[in-house]
């Protein structure tokens, strides 16, 4: 029935209850039929920000490999799983996974994250059905235990669930009472944490964007400081991942975290004395510098459903080979980069920067060391900010490439700095300022791809010439898919420059110079006693 | 929510068996099923293992949802309910000749568990009465076991004949070959006849099983404790077969 109350209830077995005296106590009163028994080494998927938790779900990769997936609420109910099944151990991916509801979810959360196991264990799974003499089934009831892989006897965690069956609530309510008379008792937290708690296994949430919160009155230099420290562990917990090549992402994090680091090592470089400046930032330049090729072909492999489209239908497996070179490409210099990453000469390198950050940069006094971070943010933002405008007007039809690029640099600066010092400034007011800022961002950023990719596609072309046999329709669908590039970038230089319009108006301007100030009001209590 | 209506005007063609195998396979499907028994004897009930209720209510059945309801159980398997028999059934002809619009009771009474069930089964008495009037009421799909000799092959007709003299649709009417047994030669004839004479039976044949006839002794569907036999997996392909017809009725 569907709208039937079906009670039901999950308990958690103490560890010192022995299997015979739970079994024992239930065929007290009922007769039991064991409907189900299996047991299989499995693993629990997540991606590396943990996005399947975070959504109250949870994976399971079965011993055959295929996938379970399940609402927190339905955990380990086999009628109630989104299944996949036809894939391998390697199937990882949302399009490694054959068209089925289960992808359908997973698409929009994975994105270009991989699943990968985050817990191995023993999983055993037994249905009871609680029956009377005549074998009528009174109570459902299941018992999912969880045992380490080196221990597969001794459970870790023992979850019951008893389910009501339309008119028996007597005999459920007669279960209930013997399990709770046997110590059975509810989980505190919600059904994913609880699993994952008696597991031990703790979800770490990771976001490249830093969330920190800067006191308006530290100094200066202590609190660049700390949002290089930061954004360096950010980086270094992306290392395992790029080693063992899991997905994507996390090179492209890493670099992301570099580029703040270079941000902040660069535009607030007036808490640093000069000569350190230079070193840190040829330190800082090299480790991307190093990541820029892998990224380069990551790019492309990811959209090449995107660039195939590009073409008439009959030219699209033209350009297959160039994919099957990239590929090539690709899987030469991961493994570089994973042998780099892994090698002790990298390691000595950023455990040395990571030293430098980590309990504030130590240095002689500059002009802007001590002063409240405030004040530095405040002149840093409002600078950036006249840059961009001034540019932004001058910009016309005529304006060349190479200047709407560099206001894009500058765009993201702007945007690292709010994520900097954000949290010193009124929130309402800093979410519309961003809001601004990315939506000008999408479009230069859109802009600048192609045209980094028609480069791209341009050097490829030239080292076509030195091959001894050419491939005709290859080169001819390359012009095919530059030229295409080329109209797009057209039409996005347009839309860039009719976004900067409304960024730099006098509107936005208001709207950065009441943002952005030193007011006593927007210090914290004690800087203000600081100044009386 | 569908209704079908497991019927023959005849005994023993197994109207039970494909209430209860039907019911099962539609629970299996995913769907949320009600198995009504109306026959007082209480066959479907027994299979189930759920003995009537004890106490002989009247007119519940065809007036008060909410106690209808509480005589529902669920069954040994998910989503498959059962709404057992009651020896009071067997009183359900005259507790309807005494209501007004005696024959719609049990359309209007199953069409308020609309939001219960995806699909009601009617496992019917062998009769033609007033009960039986309900029944072509309220199905959208009357399925008549049809034991393939001379006598139930004129039952068939009978019944086709109500159909034509009372006004019901004659289009709901769906008739199976039942309790078939292939090296009869009797009844290979009578098949080859009668669906050529009626091209509306359904293409699943029900063939005359030892394992179906145990079901009295496994007190369950023969679907859930012999699956893998040719003769059981009928049932199933039956049940498709049904889901089809009554999507391309909608």
Known sequence: ???????????????????????????????????????????????????????????????????????????????????????????????????????????????????????????????????????????????????????????????????????????????????????????????????????????????????????????????????????????????????????????????????????????????????????????????????????????????????????????????????????????????????????????????????????????????????????????????????????????????????????????????????FFGSEFKKKKLKIVLNHLKSLQDKLGIFNDLTVQGEFLKNYLIQLEHKPKKDIMLIASLGGLISTLYTMQIQERDKCIKELAVFSNDDNQQLFSNTFIVSSRGLPKAHKRAKK | MKIIASYSIKGGVGKTAASVNLAYASAKAGNETLLIDLDPQGASSFYFRIGASKKESRSYFFTKKNRLLKNIRGSNYKRLDILPANLSFRNFDIMLSSMNKSKKRLKEILSSLEDEYDLIILDCPPNINLLSENVFNAADMVLVPVIPTTLSERTYEQLLNFFQNNNYKKKIIHPFFSMAQSKNKLHHQTITDMEQRYPVFMKSIISFSPEIERMGIHREPVLAYASKKNHVQAYRTLFNEIVNVLAKDK
């Not at chain 1, 609530?169 to 944490?193: V, W």
């Not at chain 1, 040395?352 to 405040?378: C, D, H, M, R």
């Open chain 1, 1 to 419: 029935m569907k709208t039937s109350q079906i009670n039901q209830a999950h308990y958690l077995l103490p560890d010192n209850l022995t299997k015979k005296l739970f079994l024992d106590t239930l065929k007290s009163s009922f007769s039991l039929k064991q409907v189900e028994n299996t047991t299989e080494n499995f693993s629990v998927l997540d991606n590396f920000e943990w996005r399947l938790y975070q959504k109250k779900l949870m994976a399971i990769r079965h011993k055959d490999q295929s996938i379970s997936l399940w609402n927190e609420s339905d955990l380990f109910d086999d009628e109630l799983a989104l299944k996949i099944g036809d894939i391998t151990s390697q199937s990882k991916f949302w399009w490694d996974f054959p068209d089925s509801p289960a992808k359908k979810t997973l698409k929009p959360i994975l994105n270009l994250r991989a699943l990968h196991p985050v817990y191995n264990g023993v999983l055993k799974i037994e249905e009871f059905n609680l029956q009377n003499e005549n074998g009528k089934t009174l109570v459902f009831c299941q018992l999912i235990s969880i045992c380490d892989t080196e221990r597969p006897r001794i459970p870790i965690m023992r979850q019951i669930r008893i389910s009501s069956v339309t008119g028996y609530i007597k005999e459920y309510n007669l279960a209930d009472k013997l399990l709770l008379g046997l110590n059975a008792f509810e989980p505190t937290l919600p059904p994913l944490d609880s699993l994952l708690g008696a597991i031990g296994v703790s979800p770490q949430i990771y976001t490249v964007k830093p969330e920190l919160n800067i006191p308006a009155n530290m100094p200066a230099r202590a609190a660049v400081s700390s949002i290089i420290s930061t954004m360096i562990e950010k980086q270094r917990l992306t290392e395992h991942g790029i080693i063992k090549d899991i997905d994507t992402e996390f090179l492209h994090h890493y670099r992301v975290a570099i580029r703040m680091v270079r941000a902040a090592i660069a535009q607030l470089k007036e808490v640093f004395p000069p000569q350190d400046i230079t070193v840190l930032k040829q330190r800082f330049g090299n480790l991307a510098k190093e990541t820029n090729y892998l990224r380069d072909i990551d790019v492309f492999i990811l959209d090449k459903a995107r660039y195939m489209n590009f073409l008439p239908e009959s030219m699209r497996n033209d350009l297959l080979p160039m994919f099957d070179d990239f590929e090539k490409n690709r899987q030469t210099e991961a493994k570089r980069i994973s042998r780099w990453i892994g090698s002790r000469v990298y390691r000595k390198e950023i455990e040395e920067l990571q030293l430098l950050f980590s309990n504030g940069y130590s240095a002689v006094e500059t002009a802007w060391s001590e002063k409240p971070t405030i004040e530095l943010a405040v002149n840093k933002i409002q600078k950036t900010y006249k840059k961009i405008y001034k540019a932004a007007l001058k910009i016309n039809n005529s304006t060349p490439d190479d200047e709407i690029h560099d206001i894009r640099i500058d765009c993201k600066k702007l945007r690292y700095l709010l994520y």
